[in-house]
């Protein structure tokens, strides 16, 4: 894109901005990405919200609590939507709170939320080439029991090695059935209970026909269509975009396929299962997948799925590989489907962690270890003072001398750091016990005194020179100890 020059300046990215789907998907939006300095010029447009971190906010923190708030649902909750697209929304997104513990507290827990968020990096990538493994292993095996070794033929070619003679599908089909496809056209989904039920391209999923999700067309379609009516033991392939495999099962007898879905009906001597088998082998699959035709809607034509060459052995013989096949099948499948349950588990445990880690029991943990007690009413008051710089900002005042009080001498400067023997002075001085707010400003502390503040208190606790009390569940109250 071309940017003027004030563009470039708002627009340009630096180091640790964050930036925010504004509008997704309701579970997505939201979703965060820090810029980490490569490529060295990047800009962002407006379907992004950036943030960029007050200096008392480690970046790698603020991107863990969005993470947090996408995985917990919290921007879903504020996010208004149109039609299928939610949007965040700058105000909305500026409102929500932000939990701010000391910056000892943030590294703690990015250090831990870094080293939980690797081991399931590392566990999510091992169940990823296990799926991978066991989802190419299947058709390997095919190629391995039904070609034994040897390549794929030619039609009306055989092997004495193999006792394999190769013909065109369309001459292994019943002779009153040709290859054909179904329904142009399946109308309105009828559910007064006289529809007839259909099977499209996505009802095939390995190797099986998702029944619960076919949709019924009218009776009078269907018989329009009555050739391309399904019998126990078709083998359906999917011809528009995906090549699925599936067998009818005997509860779909008598019900019909669309134009993205070609029925093979085998002869007397094609068991139906070797020939799914091999309709799913890498080598069928290739073969098809070289004639695929189209760019948005790659299909295949009925003339390609006629001529692919099938490998004919007698029957017993044929049976034998398919129920071979099918156990294998079946086992890689089962490992398939815990891997991805696993895969499930561990995105569920990340979702957790990383709410836990930003401001759930494992932060509260972690402050309690870094930073004590008093850092809830301590981080509150990070907070107050981080939206008060946030809106002078905004306010950009102009710069004035320095305003006099009534004795005349200059306004006191606020310090960068701070003592246990001065925070012990200003609580001798106290009439009571004060409140870590209340205490802070009275040391005439800037806001990044904070870390220094905060490590003076745990030392004075440590060396019991302090009293702590909470008097309810937000209220801190400090005290030198008698």
């Not at 810029?35 to 790698?60: G, K």
């Not at 996010?79 to 700058?90: D, V």
């Not at 692919?308 to 029957?315: A, C, I, S």
């Not at 004590?372 to 008051?381: I, P, T």
Request: charge should be neutral; aromatic fraction near 6%.
């Amino acid at each position: 894109m071309s940017f003027d020059v004030e563009a470039r300046e708002k627009y340009r990215l630096v180091d640790g901005d964050i930036l925010l789907c504004e509008g997704q998907s309701r579970e997505l939006v939201g979703r965060a990405a820090m810029y980490r300095s490569e490529p060295d010029e990047l800009y962002f447009q407006n379907t992004l919200i950036r943030f960029r971190a007050h200096h008392e906010i480690l970046p790698e923190f603020a991107l863990l609590v969005f993470r947090a708030y996408q995985h917990s649902g919290v921007f879903a909750e504020i996010a208004k939507a149109t039609t299928n697209i939610a949007h965040l929304g700058l105000r909305r997104f500026q409102e929500l709170p932000f939990p701010l513990p000391p910056r000892i507290t943030q590294e703690a827990i990015i250090d831990c939320a870094r080293d939980i968020q690797s081991s399931i990096d590392a566990a999510l990538t091992a169940m990823g080439n296990i799926i991978e493994t066991a989802t190419d292993l299947p058709g390997t095996a095919r190629d391995l029991l039904i070609l034994e070794g040897a390549e794929l033929g030619k039609p009306g070619e055989s092997d004495p090695k193999t006792r394999v003679i190769w013909q065109q599908a369309a001459d292994v089909v019943a002779e009153d059935s040709p290859i054909v496809y179904g329904i142009l056209q399946p109308g309105p989904q009828i559910d007064d209970g006289s529809g007839v039920r259909y099977v499209r391209g996505q009802d095939l999923q390995d190797g099986f026909i998702l029944q619960d999700q076919l949709r019924k067309t009218s009776q009078s379609i269907a018989q329009r269509y009555e050739r391309s009516s399904l019998k126990p033991g078709d083998v359906l392939l999917g011809i528009i975009r995906s090549l699925r495999v599936a067998v009818v099962p005997q509860e779909l007898s008598g019900a019909n396929i669309t134009q993205g879905t070609a029925r093979i009906r085998p002869g007397d001597h094609l068991d139906s299962d070797y020939l799914a088998h091999w309709l799913s082998s890498s080598a069928a699959q290739g073969w098809f997948r070289s004639r695929l035709r189209g760019i948005d809607m790659p299909g295949l034509n009925l003339r390609d799925v006629r001529q692919l060459p099938v490998p004919l052995r007698d029957l017993n013989t044929q049976r034998q590989i398919a129920e071979t096949l099918n156990e294998v099948t079946s086992a890689h499948q089962s490992v398939i489907r815990d891997a991805q349950s696993a895969v499930g588990r561990l995105q569920g445990l990340e979702r957790e962690f990383t709410a836990s880690c930003a401001f759930g029991e494992m932060a509260r943990r972690i402050t309690q270890r870094t930073a004590g007690d008093e850092s809830e009413s301590l981080s509150s008051l990070i907070l107050a003072q981080v939206r008060e710089a946030a809106s002078k900002q905004r306010r950009k005042p102009a710069a004035r001398a320095p305003r006099s009080t009534k004795n005349g001498s200059r306004r006191i400067s606020l310090k960068s750091s701070t003592t246990p023997e001065e925070i012990l002075a200003v609580l001798h001085e106290a009439s009571g016990p004060l409140e870590p707010e209340r205490l802070f400003r009275q040391l005439s502390l800037a806001d990044n005194a904070v870390d220094s503040f905060y490590a003076a208190l745990r030392e004075l606790k440590q060396l019991r020179k302090l009293e702590i009390a909470r008097p309810n569940d937000t209220d801190v109250q400090i005290s030198v100890a008698d």
